[in-house]
């Protein structure tokens, strides 16, 4: 069964540095998104992708946030200057179509912020 | 997106069907209704979803009301590798926002 692949899976970075996690979606699929979940929250939507450009974002995705589709498979999101509270989980996801087919998540990469 | 209500948790014995409900009486008519699962340390994983009719697929059935106010995911025979959370999730079928909004879910206790 085809998978959406994240690197790496536990990152340690410190404050203020930046980061980049990687995700490799599901070849045919069109729509890229990126979530996060704090220890013990809610799982959180970031920010959707599609066409090559961000069709959707929410509030946590300011300005230190940026994501990028640099080819044909890879799908990144870019943390500028990582705070404390950046720590978490993120999960990468993508999907056929919108609303009207599955969502197909990876396993995560673990961001910890020292 | 339109709000769901779950209940808290559920607890089921392994072996046996299981019946997670879900409320979402502020359904639109386009809103389909998708049911995914985290297990402990792990990403959400897509169960099933559907628009009116109901389900079925190699993991679960999904029963939708015909008012479609409310659904039910149904697990024919829980295992123990079930124990997750469950959450249910009404999304469009395109314009407008496109992320999940994921809420507290219910979290499925199975018992050997």
């Known amino acids: 069964e085809p998978e959406v692949t994240q690197t790496p899976s536990h990152q340690v970075t410190q404050m203020g540095q930046e980061v980049i996690l990687r995700c490799v979606p599901i070849?045919?699929?069109?729509?890229f998104y990126w979530y996060r979940q704090i220890l013990g929250q809610k799982v959180e939507f970031l920010v959707s992708?599609?066409?090559?450009?961000?069709?959707?974002k929410s509030e946590i995705f300011d300005d230190q946030f940026s994501v990028e589709r640099p080819d044909g498979s890879n799908f990144t999101l870019k943390i500028r200057s990582t705070k404390l509270e950046d720590s978490a989980m993120y999960f990468c996801?993508?999907?056929?179509?919108?609303?009207?087919?599955?969502?197909?998540f990876g396993s995560g990469t673990r961001l910890t912020v020292v | 997106d339109a709000k769901t209500t779950q209940p808290n948790s559920m607890e089921s014995n392994e072996e046996e069907p299981v019946h997670l409900p879900c409320n979402h009486s502020?359904?639109?008519?386009?809103?389909?209704i998708h049911w995914y699962r985290q297990l402990p340390s792990q990403g959400p994983e897509y169960v099933i979803h559907?628009?009116?009719s109901n389900v079925n697929n190699r993991m679960a059935s999904l029963a939708i009301a015909e008012d479609r106010k409310s659904s039910t995911l149904i697990l024919h025979r829980a295992t123990l590798r079930d124990a997750a959370v469950y959450y249910c999730?009404?999304?469009?079928?395109?314009?407008?926002?496109?992320?999940?909004?994921f809420g507290k879910g219910t979290h499925l206790i199975i018992q050997p």
């Open positions: 999730i009404l999304r469009g079928s395109g314009g407008g926002a496109d992320g999940l909004t």
């Open positions: 559907g628009l009116t």
């Open positions: 070849s045919n699929h069109l729509y």
């Open positions: 502020t359904i639109s008519g386009t809103d389909y």
């Open positions: 992708f599609y066409n090559n450009e961000i069709s959707e």
């Open positions: 996801a993508s999907s056929v179509k919108q609303g009207s087919a599955g969502y197909t």
